[in-house]
Every structure is written in C-alpha cells, then in structure tokens.
C-alpha cells in the first residue's frame, strides 16, 4: 500500500515528477509511492477512488513547476481539475501537505489559489532544482518526509537521534490506591509529595512529536556552547550549581560546580547537567536556528507529552513494574553502588552499577525506544508546575498552565517542571507520575534534558 502520494500536474512537470518518484520508489520501496494517475481503475469514481487511496497515505507531495498555479486557475471552475481534487481532499483529510517547488517556481500566494487550497499556501514548501543540487535536494525532502512516517529513527544536524512519537491516549498522573500502596511500599515516603499526581486523567495526545532518545549529552552541550558562546548562568552569575559535596555529604551550591564540572568525571557521552532551564530553553532555540532550513523547531517537552513517553502504554508504579528493586534493571538510580559510597542516601538494594551519572543508552531501551527516560539525570519539561493543574487541564493536549500557579516567596520566582528521578533519587522520584519542580534559574548536578521537535 502507498503511503506518499506524489500529486503532479502533467502540463507542468511531468519530467521532474518522475525523477522524484524514481528517488522516492529506490527509498521507501517499489509500492510506497502512488504517482501515475493512470493507474486508476476504469469506471470508478475518481474523486472516491482518490479519497480511499489518501486515507492510507502518511504524506501527500504536491509538485509545483511554474505553469501550476496558472493551470490551476484555469482549472478554478473545472470540477474534472484532478490536481485540485487531489489537494483538496489531502486537505480535507488533514494529512500533512508538503509542497514541492521545481527550480526557481515561488510558492503560489494566497490570491493565486481558488478558496479550497488557500491552506496550502501555509505549507512549508521544499525547493527541488533539476540542475546538479537534485538528488541533494530531494535528500532533504527525504529527511522531512520521514518525520511524517510512523517508525523510524531520524537523526539530526548534532548527530542526535529523535523518535517519533505517535498520537494517542494514556492516564496520567496517580490513583489513590497507587500512592497507598506507594505509601506502603516506600516508609521514608510522604504521602502530600503525591497530592500533586491526583486526579489521574485520561490524556490525548493528538498530534505526534520526535523526542531525543537520549538526554542532551555533555558533548552535544559543548557544541551548543562554542557555536553559540552561550555562558551557562552557573557560569555567568559566578555562584555555580547545586551539587553532591563528597566531603560534606550533603547537597550544597558550589561556585566551582557547573556544566564542564559537575563534581564527578564526566565524558562528552555522559548527560549535561548543572544546567538551569534556561540553559536548555536556550540550547533548543540555538538547535531551531541551526535547523531551521528543515522546518524543524526544537523544544523542551511538555509534561503530559514527557510522562506519555516515559509510560509508553505502561500504568506500573515503577514502569517496569510495581516492585522498586525492579529499577537497577532499566535504569541508573540511587542503588547499592551509590548507597556503598555514601550511605546517607535512599537506596534500593540493587545494583545498577553507576554512583553518578552513567553515558547516555548505557541501559535498555523502554518499548518506543527511549533511553534513560527514568533515572540517570531529572529532564526539564516545558511547563510551570501547579501542584492542582490535573484537577482542572483539557484532555487534548494540555498545554500546562499558563502562568505560574506556586510562588516561593510572595512575588518570588515560580517554577518549572522536571520529571523522571535520577542518579541521586531514590525510587519514589523514579516513577512517571512523580512531578518535580525548581526555579528556572536553578542548577542541579542531577538535572539535565532531553529535547522534543515538531515538524512544519
Ligand atoms: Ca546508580
């Protein structure tokens, strides 16, 4: 069954159309793109026949050579006009649309369309030149169609690799029954650490997203860095980062502490931390800019999008399971390595072999092939945390609260989310239920990121 359909007007750029098939065909497969028209059934209804076709399409192509818009107009009151037909019901059907522009043709205007394809006119567009820049130019259209295709991994301009994360429903947060049985499980737990994960909630995730399948690294951080000379505020204010002091044994902020020196050996594979959110708010933007030509922009994710993933169709306590010794086998948490070492910690008895930080992937994948997504580093999401936003957020998409419900001093600074535990949490953090929260400006040498992307 196809799923790209490549619209092309005759007239216009029969030529160039097939070229792009030929490259498309040798890529997905021999039956992945639809193309010819001709290969409609005699005697059915053409405009059914395209809307059955498009209803198992991932991607609809539309080739756009410079008589197009011309025809199309002629074509305005022709209701036969198959290129028409072919977008409005692309359109009609909500599949992502992406026009693709031949040599030097200018994306038609608004006023250049007839009312039903005026939306197209929004799309961002990919320019093929039939000149030597083709096969590096349909490269790149390649790369945008594969976001809009279930499955498989994309990788970008810093070598990082996204998944994309297909739309669906989960429940989010916890129940009451869950935070007791929480309560009976870990002692040293308070129950109104949980208060904030009720009501549980069905969400729906309506659209899909590519999320980092690993947290943002030391090195990819250090690219971030010298292109951008971003200073870190550990870094700028001169007062460093909250960080694990070895001697004290306690969590004190350290002028020394931050990105390149967290107070543990890092490698450029081990997870950036010592970064506030806005550190990684102003990583994201450096990436969009970087990407841009790609139409891609990147973003922290939001919670409801970030506790999806980490889920990924799960409803256990622990992900794996309900059993907090489970953890050492998926993730690198506060375990028997960390608690040999400084036994003030809470430990579970396993042991995952990391005292600090572990290099990101170091542990298996969960089910949508995400790494690390509990332990190893807490994540920033993208939303201000208020401890009561479940009892009240739509079911599509929550977009989190729009301004900051908790203040820590009257007139103070709110704060953001972080989810997922870390080396340093003990079980009760390594939970997808369990929210987090820090001022926007605060830097902890378990904190860390990973980013999300949409796609125009
Ligand atoms: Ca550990």
């Not at 022709?78 to 599949?95: F, H, M, S, Y």
């Not at 922290?300 to 409803?315: D, I, K, Q, T």
């Amino acid at each position: 069954m196809a799923k790209l359909f490549l619209s092309y007007r005759r007239e216009d750029s029969a030529g160039v159309a097939g070229r792009i098939y030929d490259r498309l065909r040798g890529y997905f497969g021999p039956d992945a793109v639809f193309f010819n028209v001709d290969s409609v059934p005699l005697g059915v209804d053409f405009q059914e026949y395209i809307e059955s076709l498009l209803s198992h399409c991932g991607v609809f192509l539309a080739v756009i050579g410079p008589d197009w818009a011309g025809q199309i107009n002629t074509g305005r009151d022709n209701p036969e006009d198959w290129v028409r037909i072919e977008i409005e019901a692309a359109l009609k059907q909500g599949l992502p649309v992406i026009p693709v522009l031949i040599d030097h043709t200018g994306m038609p205007s608004e006023a250049d369309l007839p009312p039903s394809l005026v939306r197209l006119a929004c799309r961002h567009a990919v320019r093929v030149d039939q000149g030597r820049d083709f096969h590096h130019h349909v490269g790149q259209l390649i790369k945008r169609i594969e976001f809009h295709l279930p499955g498989k991994e994309r990788t970008n301009s810093l070598g990082m690799t996204l998944v994309r994360i297909e739309p669906g429903s989960f429940l989010m947060g916890s129940t009451k029954e869950q935070i007791d049985q929480l309560m009976r499980l870990l002692p040293e737990w308070e129950r109104e650490w949980c208060e904030d994960e009720r009501p549980q909630h069905r969400v729906d995730i309506t659209r899909p997203y590519l999320l980092g399948i690993h947290q943002v690294t030391v090195g990819q951080f250090r690219r971030f860095v010298e292109e951008s000379r971003h200073q870190t505020e550990a870094e700028k204010a001169g007062k460093g980062s909250f960080g694990w002091d070895e001697k004290r044994r306690a969590w004190e902020i350290d002028p020394a502490k931050n990105w390149r020196n967290p107070g543990f050996s890092q490698t450029d594979d081990h997870p950036v931390v010592c970064v506030s959110h806005n550190d990684a708010v102003a990583f994201c933007e450096w990436l969009s800019t970087k990407e841009k030509k790609e139409g891609r922009t990147y973003r922290l994710p939001g919670e409801a999008e970030w506790e999806y993933a980490c889920r990924a169709g799960s409803n256990a306590l622990f992900v794996i399971s309900n059993d907090p010794e489970d953890l050492a086998k998926i993730a690198n948490v506060a375990d028997a390595s960390l608690k040999q070492k400084f036994s003030n910690f809470d430990c579970i008895k396993g042991d995952d072999g990391f005292v600090y930080t572990a290099p990101v992937g170091s542990f298996a994948p969960n089910p949508w092939g995400l790494h690390d997504m509990i332990g190893n580093v807490w994540e920033w999401c993208a939303d201000w945390y208020d401890s009561k936003y479940y009892a009240s957020s739509p079911a599509a998409d929550p977009p989190g609260p729009s301004r900051a419900w908790y203040r820590v001093f009257r007139g103070g600074s709110s704060y953001r989310v972080f989810r997922g535990g870390s080396w340093g949490g003990d079980a009760g953090y390594c939970r997808p239920a369990d929210r987090n929260r820090f001022a926007p400006g605060r830097r902890n040498s378990a904190v860390g990121f990973r980013v999300a992307a949409v796609q125009e």
